[in-house]
């Protein structure tokens, strides 16, 4: 899990926003890091982000450990934690989320329980993420054309 979608394909090159991989460890670790935060980071620790696995309880506990000392060191204050979902949304293969289900549906498009539990991990997280009503929803129809949801215009 290194890659970036194509959808993120107009910062991959500075990395100035959070990418869904990343965005993904931190719902995993429970850490809520802001822009500014991530931007004050250095390219390397951004990319660091990226490799530095996040499965194991281990590592998850090594990912928040990571950003919360690499937080603290450049803002001197802590960074903001998040509960931890015991049973996140798209870890379920058979239940699409009503953001998700509602915001295809705006442009025309029905996901069906198979298709959804055919998405990747990092797929369904996306789309979550995408369709959420606080979140800048441009993306939402790109990632749909990338994950074959709906077919390239």
């Not at 990319?47 to 928040?64: G, H, K, V």
């Not at 009503?98 to 055919?118: L, T």
Request: charged residues 25%; proline residues 7%.
């Amino acid at each position: 899990m290194t890659d970036f979608f194509e959808f993120e394909a107009d910062f991959v090159d500075s990395l100035r926003c959070i990418p869904m991989l990343v965005r993904y460890k931190l719902d995993t670790c429970g850490i809520k890091l802001k822009l500014a935060e991530w931007n004050q980071m250095s390219q390397e620790s951004r990319q660091y982000l990226m490799i530095l696995p996040c499965e194991t309880d281990d590592q998850i506990n090594d990912y928040r450990y990571y950003i919360q000392e690499l937080v603290l060191q450049l803002t001197g204050k802590p960074v903001a934690e998040l509960p931890i979902e015991p049973c996140p949304p798209w870890l379920d293969v058979t239940n699409i989320p009503c953001s998700v289900y509602e915001k295809a549906e705006e442009i025309g498009v029905i996901i069906i329980v198979e298709v959804w539990a055919s998405l990747t991990i990092l797929q369904r997280f996306a789309l979550i993420k995408l369709s959420r009503p606080s979140h800048e929803n441009k993306n939402f129809l790109p990632a749909l054309q990338e994950f074959k949801l709906l077919p390239k215009s």
